[in-house]
Nanobody
Framework: QVQLVESGGGLVQTGGSLRLSCVAS??????MAWYRQAPGKQRELVVS???????YTADSVKGRFTISRDNAKNTVYLQMNSLKPEDTGVYSC????WGLGNYDSWGPGTQVTVSS
């Protein structure tokens, strides 16, 4: 397990942009991902990326959100453009440290609020 620390959340107007960062305390061999949870809703996978930069993007954010990864810095980024009120939630970073196919590390999350 590694420690993950997210940053970059905040309050933004509809149509605005934010860039989230997640720094791991050690190297990550497997997938890194961003999940989000809106009030009263289940947590959902937003984006994920392998160590080889193969990315998955949920349909709800496709064309607006982009995940990237810097393995040298043990960091994953989430660029969010054209934000909508329904993107509001707590965004958490998860990681599969050893590449075993399951997330074993997760951060405390960062709040993203999109005002209408």
């Amino acid at each position: 397990q590694v420690q993950l620390v997210e940053s970059g959340g905040g309050l933004v107007q509809t149509g605005g942009s934010l860039r989230l960062s997640c720094v791991a305390s050690g190297s990550i061999a497997g997938i890194m991902a961003w999940y989000r949870q809106a009030p009263g809703k289940q947590r959902e996978l937003v984006v994920s990326i392998t160590s080889a930069d193969d990315a998955y993007t949920a349909d709800s954010v496709k064309g607006r959100f982009t995940i990237s990864r810097d393995n040298a810095k043990n960091t994953v980024y989430l660029q969010m453009n054209s934000l909508k009120p329904e993107d509001t939630g707590v965004y958490s970073c998860l990681a599969d440290r050893w590449g075993l196919g399951n997330y074993d590390s997760w951060g405390p999350g960062t709040q993203v609020t999109v005002s209408s």
